[in-house]
């Protein structure tokens, strides 16, 4: 079976953004960017899947920039088969890339997509689930564990109050969790290799999906400055303080 | 008159509280609030629903494929019951953040994900980037599918209401997903996202056996829900649904221990807005500093059992 990992390029997780002084945006000039944490573990889920010969070939696939390029390059160093970039200078909402991935799943017929479970720079949460909709395919949410045998797929997913185990008949949606695995470093001749392996690109126009935005940002603030704290000297001033100053005992 | 619908989470047996924060914020909004239970055996949780002040009908489905509350059937559900309703609105927990995204790709219409403020009708104050940057929102859809974050809304009233109870015609069994087992972690202390007290730990603790001898005594003075960052969950001290932070829970007590904690963004993003926030590290340096309004530098395995004993 075929696997689709949709990837993000964002900005990297280390980074703390800035606002802009006029309220437009985050400054993203000079800005270290990366591939989003959560798709580094789905492409991880998807070569490991292949590796122990479940899967036939990894598809990486990116909405964006050309420099989703890199993103991609580095996709095919942890080890997927080739590449896809749906080239696009609008601001691609999940609406909009659940649309793309779609497309190219109609072209492709994968038996599974694995998904990051969130954008860590929209922190939206939505994509995996919006395709799985647009499909029709049932989705495996916040995945911890993922194991694939005679046709079906067995998920363990985080819920809010422990966790949970689902059955699916395959073709299925999967959305990554922390835990599901660590993803490998991409080695120096995996970098090499990389290159060599195929990226074609396409235009949102090719797959006949309108990503026109349905959401504006109006601005972006700052968020609430916490007062500035102090540093107690031992226990019994910070049960003084707590006592007497915060009141919360 | 605008008509909003909420759906509601529960267990079948209770409702559960982040209800009542999604229909605070359905009531900022502003409009006639119908509160959707969709459940197996639920009745009780919708006569629950039906006393939260403000709200003026409760629809009820109650059927055997709701009992699992997989996110195709009740997605597929509420769409079926979409038509006069401006605004759809689940809280961002995990069954919200499970199910909701469907429904609105089912409407062609995008999720606006984990508002924080209402600024009108269709415009929403959500946070991006791990909280850092508050981005205030317009929709040009016809239907407003949106998340709500718990800690953004003061609870509706529990009380008081006494909503009609209207039920429901169930949709198809979609028949895509199995159950197979639940594992869900046994704790005699409050929910995270209820507690008024929290007590994290984090690596700095060192393992899950001294996370809870040096933690539990502390929690215990307060009656506290017990938290944790991401790096003490990847190293097994505590199940996942003890992590705080960006990817994890977003909570806002009254007061936030951060116990061998650095202080990441990613985990700030997840308890900055608690009201008071303690932090003990003995890393002068540590981030946590910069939004503990109290702050201890010192080791931990000293600190936590001198102040459980000086609190007496
Ligand atoms: C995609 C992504 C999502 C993430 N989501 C989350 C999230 O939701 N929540 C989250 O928490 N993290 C999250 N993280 C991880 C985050 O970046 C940090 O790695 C993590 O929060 C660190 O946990 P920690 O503070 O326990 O560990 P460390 O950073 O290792 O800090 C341990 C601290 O303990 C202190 N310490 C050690 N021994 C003692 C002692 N004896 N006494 C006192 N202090 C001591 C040290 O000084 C140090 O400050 C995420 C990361 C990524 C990439
Ligand atoms: N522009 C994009 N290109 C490819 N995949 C994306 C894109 N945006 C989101 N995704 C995928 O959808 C997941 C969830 O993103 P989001 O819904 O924006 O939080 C990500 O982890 C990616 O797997």
Redesign the interface.
């Known amino acids: 079976m075929k696997i689709l990992v949709p990837i993000k390029r964002v900005?990297d997780?280390n980074v703390?953004?800035r606002?802009k002084a006029d309220g437009t945006?985050?400054d993203l000039a000079n800005v270290k960017m990366s591939m989003n944490p959560?798709d580094e573990i789905a492409i991880e889920e998807a070569v490991r899947l292949r590796e122990a010969g479940i899967a036939t070939e990894v598809i990486a696939v990116s909405c964006g920039l050309a420099a989703c390029q890199e993103t991609l390059r580095t996709a095919m160093a942890i080890g997927a088969d080739r590449a896809i970039l749906v080239e696009s200078d609008v601001d691609l909402?999940?609406?909009a890339v659940?649309k793309l991935i779609k497309a190219v799943a109609a072209k492709e017929q994968p038996q599974m997509v694995i998904f990051g479970?969130?954008a860590?720079?929209?922190?939206?949460?939505?994509?995996g689930?919006?395709?799985?909709?647009?499909t029709g395919?049932?989705?495996?949410?916040?995945a911890?564990k993922v194991v694939v045998a005679n046709g079906m797929a067995?998920v363990t997913r985080?819920?809010?109050?422990?966790?949970?185990?689902?059955?699916?008949?395959l073709p299925v949606v999967v959305t990554t969790?922390?835990?599901l695995n660590e993803p490998r470093y991409a080695t120096l001749p995996n970098i090499m290799k990389a290159k060599k392996k195929q990226l074609d690109t396409l235009k949102p126009a090719d797959l006949g999906v309108d990503v026109t935005p349905?959401?504006?940002?109006?601005?972006?603030?700052?968020?609430p400055k916490?007062?500035a704290?102090?540093?107690?000297a031992?226990?019994?001033e910070?049960?003084a303080?707590?006592k007497n100053e915060?009141k919360?005992? | 008159m605008t008509q909003l619908l909420v759906i509601a989470e529960h267990d079948n047996a209770s409702l559960k509280a982040a209800t009542l924060n999604t229909v605070a914020a359905a009531q900022k909004i502003g409009g006639e609030i119908h509160v959707l239970v969709a459940g197996s055996g639920c009745a009780s949780v919708a006569a629950a629903a039906a006393k939260i002040a403000g709200v003026a009908k409760i629809k009820l489905a109650d059927a055997a494929h709701y009992a699992d509350q997989?996110?195709?059937n009740v997605?597929a559900l509420v769409v079926s019951q979409a038509a006069g309703y401006s605004h759809i609105l689940a809280a961002a927990?995990?069954?919200g953040?499970?199910?909701?995204?469907?429904?609105?790709?089912?409407l062609?219409?995008?999720?606006?994900?984990?508002i924080t403020a209402v600024e009108s009708q269709d415009?929403f104050v959500r946070?991006?980037?791990?909280?850092?940057?508050?981005?205030?929102?317009?929709?040009?859809?016809a239907v407003k599918v949106i998340t709500v974050r718990t800690t953004g809304f003061d609870p509706a009233a529990g009380e008081g209401g006494s909503a009609a109870i209207e039920p429901i015609a169930a949709a198809a069994d979609l028949g895509?997903?199995?159950?197979?087992?639940?594992?869900?972690?046994k704790s005699a202390r409050p929910e995270l996202?209820a507690a008024k007290?929290i007590v994290s730990g984090g690596r700095g603790l060192g393992s899950g056996e001294k996370y809870h001898q040096v933690l539990e005594p502390l929690a215990d003075k307060?009656n506290a829900a017990l938290g944790a960052s991401?790096a003490a969950?990847?190293a097994g001290f505590v199940?996942?649904?003890y992590q705080v932070g960006?990817?994890g829970?977003i909570v806002a007590p009254?007061?936030y221990f951060a116990i061998g904690i650095s202080g990441a963004?990613?985990h700030l993003a997840g308890m900055?807005d608690s009201?008071?926030?303690?932090a003990i590290n003995k890393d002068?340096d540590a981030p946590i500093?910069q939004?503990?309004?109290?702050?201890?530098?010192?080791d931990l395995f000293q600190?936590v059992p001198?102040?459980v004993a000086?609190?007496g």
Do not use: C, H
């Open positions: 900005v997780y703390k953004v606002v945006g985050v959560f909402q999940p609406l659940a479970k969130q860590i720079d929209d922190d939206a949460n939505q994509t689930q919006m395709f799985a909709a647009l395919w049932p989705q495996a949410t916040f911890s067995t985080e819920i809010d109050g422990g966790a949970e185990t689902l059955e699916f008949k969790d922390l835990r349905r959401l504006t940002t109006l601005k972006v603030m700052d968020p916490r007062g704290g102090v540093k107690v031992d226990v019994k910070l049960v303080k707590l915060a919360v005992i | 997989t996110a195709e997605a927990t995990g069954p953040k499970n199910m909701l995204p469907r429904v609105a790709a089912l062609d219409v995008a999720q606006i994900s984990e415009t946070p991006t980037y791990a909280g850092n940057a508050m981005a205030t929102v317009k929709s040009a859809d895509l997903t199995k159950l197979i087992g639940r594992e869900i972690t996202g007290v307060f991401r969950v990847d199940p996942n649904d960006q990817t829970k009254q007061l963004i990613q900055k009201k008071v926030i303690v002068e500093f939004v503990a309004d109290y702050g201890l530098v010192a600190a001198e102040l000086e609190l």
